[in-house]
């Protein structure tokens, strides 16, 4: 025999959904949705592995350099090479025109 879901469960499921059903969809909805929870329940039978070795495949070590404040630039030596500049900013061309589109 065919498994299939009880005609509550189905109604409460499309209650939730907030959807109408006849008396034809729940009859479908009672064996699609128990196939469905079949082959959900499919990934709780999946070997799982520790978690340690999905975080961190290998032993290597990442070894960041200390983050050492050096001293600013003043504007007119970090705007010396810039092809165009405004007072103390950056000058860069438009990327999006007045209609909204990239490049307009």
């Known amino acids: 025999m065919e498994e299939k879901l009880s005609r ?19 009859a479908m909805y009672q064996v699609k949705l128990k196939q469905l929870l079949n082959e959900i329940e499919k990934v709780n039978e999946v ?18 350099r200390e983050d050492i404040a050096g001293e600013m630039l003043a504007p007119k030596e970090a705007l010396k090479n810039a092809p165009r500049s405004s007072g103390n900013y950056f000058q860069v061309p438009v990327v999006i025109g007045e209609s909204g589109e990239a490049g307009a």
Do not use: F, G, Q
């Open 8 to 26: 509550e469960e189905v109604l409460h499921v499309a209650n939730l959904a907030r959807i109408e059903i006849d008396e034809e969809e729940i």
């Open 47 to 64: 070997k799982s592995y520790d978690e340690e070795m999905l975080i961190c495949p290998t032993d290597n070590k990442c070894e960041l």
